[in-house]
């Protein structure tokens, strides 16, 4: 072993985000068989050179892992704040161990991966069976989980599906500065109305609009990345939109205005750019290539773009502000009902995607999008439905442990343990979690009828951690307090659907009853077999070890 590499190791000893770095590495093949890596607001995502190679559920077990997800990538679930920080940590390990560093799979790991590949399916319990059944552990509800993200990912590699995944990519990386200036956005906007320190909000308004300004630019650079372009090609594409000097050009016959088609502007830009910038790879020779190519494809793209793009996309953008206000003018509760209640579908069906680049279009017009806070209420109604499933299987202590552990992340608006862990699986109470974010959404779609818009500063959070980035057409204390009333709606509608709805009465039999490894524990005081409970009057069975820090818990996508 290396000086170096002995001293990186020493020096992260005392680092807990190099530690559970250090942890996932050997789980998921090792250095050599991860190809890339990044990370969103909650997941670390990773692309695999051999999927095989990765024990499930070792990893799951980790007490820092949430759950993982199986989508383009492989996503070890790490929540908000945490994941930032081990995935550095994460890429800095992989580059240290060099090539041919993946670990061998071991027989377990074979096993393991053959498990996740091909989950059994449970077998149909006999009505002339003698036994009991036993419960469903969250071992089990995880596989089932597993098993429907498996057949979710089958169904979502459609053309539509992959495409507007690849759009989620260009907006995804955004999403930090987007928050980042929307909080200082709503400091200064504190400060202002409070009129505290007037030497300094001129300051915090252009930390907050200098992102947003030249949002366009970035999702250019993003868009000819996500396409094979050359980054700074489709950036230099995009920046045509926001340039000042845009209104002196007309289209249309109209003069143009700097932002004009906003993100939507900028995304095609960068996207003909590419393609141009790959026609003439194709044509131009080398020789000239390097002064040939990029000169084609700015002069091309960035006429199309002021004479065609920067009009189109803006009254596709204005449209879509228009529609979102006339929805919710209109609608108010019912039109808020059915956002709540349908966003977790559309996220199971792999459509919200293609909500993303409509919040970013809604911040770039208004400053903030009302359509979020209403699709946030899904998480809220998951919340009431996993407080209900805690009560209501009081001998089930393995999906209870997996509830505890979960519970916080999901006030937080982290929901994809709570979705493939619990809810989803069972069934029923994934319904009732939907009918919780229904009434949560009619409730903040009402006010917005009745006078007050609750909107979002910036994309991805939800649950409590939107409260500093909530902003309205009022002060922020109405804003909140209407925010919060669609929080509590969705808790208690998401709570009382699923504890007197969530489970038929053979649901409730079957996961109260011992579990397999319960009924076969011997009484500690005589040292015989426990007699199967009868008529419930049997004291509760000892707790069922299970994985610690949630191991067991799957992932999802809420935002």
Not at 102 to 118: F, G, I, L, V, Y
Not at 462 to 479: M, T, V, Y
Not at 511 to 530: F, H, I, R, V, Y
Request: hydrophobic share 50%; net charge neutral.
């Amino acid at each position: 072993m290396s000086t170096d590499s002995t001293k990186d190791r020493a020096e992260g000893s005392g680092n807990p985000h190099r530690r559970i770095a250090e942890a996932i590495l050997p789980l998921v093949g090792g250095a050599a068989n991860v190809t890339s890596v990044t990370h969103c607001m909650t997941r670390m995502r990773l692309a695999l050179a051999d999927r095989s190679l990765v024990q499930d559920k070792a990893l799951k077990a980790l007490p820092d892992v949430m759950g993982v997800v199986e989508d383009d990538t492989y996503q070890i679930v790490l929540g908000p704040g945490k994941v930032a920080r081990v995935t550095p940590e994460f890429e800095a390990l992989t580059r240290q161990a060099g090539p041919g560093a993946a670990a061998q799979p071991s027989n377990a790991s074979k096993a393991n991966a053959s498990d996740a590949a091909t989950p059994e399916a449970p077998e149909a319990a006999s009505p002339d069976a003698a036994a009991p059944a036993a419960a469903k552990t969250a071992d089990d509800l995880a596989a089932e989980g597993a098993a429907l993200r498996a057949a979710r990912k089958e169904k979502n590699a459609t053309p539509v599906k992959l495409m507007l995944r690849r759009i989620a990519n260009i907006f995804v990386p955004l999403i930090p500065a987007l928050i980042g200036c929307g909080i200082v956005a709503g400091i200064n906007g504190l400060f202002t109305n409070a009129g505290w320190l007037p030497s300094l909000t001129p300051a915090l308004a252009a930390i907050a609009s200098g992102f947003m300004s030249l949002i366009a630019v970035f999702v250019g650079i993003n868009t000819a990345r996500e396409f094979g372009g050359t980054p700074v090609l489709g950036g230099a594409a995009a920046a045509v939109i926001v340039f000042p000097g845009v209104a002196d050009v007309s289209a249309f016959g109209e003069k143009l205005a700097p932002g004009q088609g906003g993100v939507l502007g900028a995304l095609f830009a960068a996207l003909l750019a590419v393609y141009v910038e790959k026609g003439c790879r194709r044509v131009v020779p080398s020789a000239v290539d390097v002064l040939v190519t990029p000169t084609l494809t700015v002069l091309v793209s960035g006429l199309v773009t002021l004479f065609g793009l920067m009009f189109v996309c803006g009254e596709i953008a204005t449209g879509i502000g228009h529609l979102a206000d006339w929805l919710l003018d209109h609608g108010g509760a019912a039109a808020g009902f059915v956002l709540g209640g349908l966003f977790l579908p559309l996220v199971m069906l792999g459509l919200h995607q293609a909500l993303i680049p409509i919040h970013t279009t809604l911040i770039d017009q208004s400053g903030y999008t009302v359509l979020l806070p209403i699709l946030a209420m899904a998480g809220a109604g998951q919340v009431g439905a996993a407080v209900a499933i805690y009560l209501r299987l009081h001998r089930n202590t393995s999906i209870r442990k997996t509830i505890r552990s979960a519970l916080p992340a999901g006030f937080l608006g982290v929901g994809e343990p709570l979705i493939y862990g619990v809810s989803l699986p069972l069934g029923r109470p994934f319904i009732t979690a939907c009918v919780g974010g229904a009434f949560g959404g009619g409730v903040v779609g009402l006010f917005y009828q009745l006078g007050t818009s609750v909107g979002s500063t910036a994309i991805g959070p939800s649950g409590w951690a939107l409260f500093p980035l909530l902003k309205g057409n009022h002060g922020l204390g109405a804003i909140a307090a209407i925010y919060g009333l669609g929080l509590a709606a969705g808790y208690l509608a998401g709570f009382v659907a699923t504890y007197f709805f969530g489970f038929s009465k053979q649901m409730l039999a079957d996961l109260n009853a011992p579990s397999e490894s319960e009924a076969a524990e011997p009484d500690t005081a005589t040292g015989s077999s426990p007699e199967p409970p009868a008529g419930g009057t049997a004291p509760d069975p000892a707790p069922a070890p299970a994985p610690a820090g949630g191991g067991s818990l799957g992932g999802g996508s809420l935002v």
